[in-house]
């Protein structure tokens, strides 16, 4: 592999114009240089009418049945049907749609080591030797499952993308080995079998990935990438408390032949945590992360390798965990991510969106024990989806919901004891959640505006 590394100085910091703009609180508009030449087709789903951003008026262009002129029947929005994927006990699961309205998951997966029903203890025994990454596929209502990678430690923090053809692709971390290395890993079935690549060796901690394939194939993982230039550092593989420390918010590009790149987004020690990743319809690349010391700070970049603007959304208090971003058909941001409660305990799931041209920032809700992960999806009526868990309250998944009134939460399952995934994809929620019974997968239909005239019918 060539490991090339672009790294981008000028544009790691905000700009001294944009610290001024970001202390009174408008942070859009330091940097508008990223080009918008699509990298896409301008029509995506081969509908025949282009993107929105590629200056057409198709306001889905990842659903070919949504266009001008397109029948809309008026539906109704939910409720939630919850179906098992798997009883296997399991993790950090991911989720993705792909053609034909085929669903996909992507877990970590340990070996059944009761009888029944699974208990937490259970999880936990096996959880330093055995987990290993399982993908599921749901076709005509029935699930199927394989394994995609046998090798021990690995599954945690798993990402999933699905191409044009009906490939999965997903991102994993595998506990370390013996050597603190291959921590980052990518699997994908593209070559009719599953393969599984180490797309940078010399990464010894990915943490949380976030993944983006494009429909020739070629794929973008998002991930922390810390460098140990110096041996003796191995005694903080983590590269938590040795600042400074070569560490970086990474992509990991391959193109379309299979072959990676390394590109550092911004560097710095407590870069690189919990990125969130997602591409808009002309294809450039949107992510929002968490800077955690000395501020924490909630940050968001945008553009595509070799050239990035970067900016804070917030800085007051202690902000930006637990990202998750959208694009929205007209190009407009929203995230969500966590605040720490100023009081001292629990944290606050926020949302955050530059939609009308300034970001805009609101609570979602106030809960004492959040795990650490939120999504958002935006829908073509223009309503924002937030989902998140609350341990505290029965383990449950809890989705909130932007209305005129504010915002709206329900809780979709209880019980829910480990990772969650949410995608919004051909006219419905798609999340899979982990239990202590298993996989579940939620499906939740959306009142669709499939003729692009703003409102459903
Ligand atoms: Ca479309
Ligand atoms: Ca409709
Ligand atoms: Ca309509």
Redesign the pocket.
């Known amino acids: 592999m060539s490991r090339m590394v672009w790294f981008l100085g000028p544009v790691a910091r905000p700009l001294p114009a944009c610290r001024l703009w970001l202390l009174i609180g408008f942070a859009l508009g330091c940097s508008s240089r990223v080009s918008q030449e699509p990298l896409v087709p301008p029509d995506h789903?081969g509908?025949g009418?282009d993107a929105l951003l590629a200056g057409g008026d198709?306001c889905?262009?990842e659903?070919?049945a949504?266009?001008p002129g397109a029948a809309d029947p008026v539906e109704t929005t939910g409720p939630w049907a919850i179906e098992p994927v798997t009883d296997q006990a399991s993790d950090w699961p991911a989720v993705a749609v792909g053609p034909g309205g085929v669903v996909h998951a992507a877990y970590g997966a340990w070996p059944p080591c009761h009888p029944e029903p699974p208990e937490k203890k259970c999880f936990a025994d096996e959880m330093d030797k055995s987990l290993t990454v399982r993908h599921a596929r749901r076709v005509d209502g029935a699930w199927s499952t394989a394994e995609v990678d046998g090798m021990s430690d690995a599954g945690l923090y798993t990402s999933l993308a699905v191409d044009g053809e009906g490939f999965a692709h997903i991102a994993y971390y595998r506990i370390w080995d013996d050597q603190y290395s291959e921590a980052l890993r990518y699997a994908t079935d593209r070559g009719g079998t599953w393969a599984v690549q180490t797309p940078d060796p010399a990464a010894p901690i990915a943490y949380h990935t976030a993944i983006h394939v494009r429909d020739d194939g070629a794929v973008t993982i998002a991930y922390r990438d810390v460098v140990h230039a110096d041996p003796a550092r191995d005694d903080d593989p983590f590269c938590v408390n040795d600042e400074p420390c070569d560490a970086a918010l990474a992509l990991a590009v391959a193109d379309a032949k299979g072959n990676w790149t390394i590109e550092h987004v911004e560097v710095g020690g407590s870069l690189g945590w919990d990125p969130a990743m997602a591409a808009d319809a002309v294809g450039t690349i949107h992510l929002a992360y968490p800077s955690l010391d000395p501020s924490d700070d909630l940050r968001y970049a945008r553009g595509r390798p070799g050239a990035w603007s970067i900016e804070a959304v917030e800085q007051e208090g202690r902000v930006g965990q637990a990202t998750a971003i959208a694009i929205d058909a007209a190009g407009a941001v929203h995230i969500a991510y966590h605040r720490y409660n100023p009081k001292g305990y629990g944290r606050e799931v926020r949302y955050a969106t530059n939609a009308g041209g300034r970001w805009r920032i609101e609570s979602v809700e106030e809960r004492d024990n959040l795990q650490e992960a939120t999504r958002i999806a935006v829908d073509t009526l223009g309503r924002v989806h937030v989902t998140y868990v609350d341990f505290a309250a029965g383990s449950s998944l809890r989705h909130a919901t932007r209305s005129a009134q504010g915002w709206e939460v329900e809780v979709v399952a209880e019980g829910v004891w480990g990772g969650f995934d949410m995608k919004s994809v051909f006219g419905a929620l798609h999340v899979v959640y982990a239990t202590d019974g298993g996989l579940e997968y939620a499906r939740f239909p959306l009142a669709t505006d499939q003729d692009c005239d703003g409102e459903d019918g």
């Open positions: 789903d509908d009418y198709d889905d262009d659903d070919a949504v266009h």
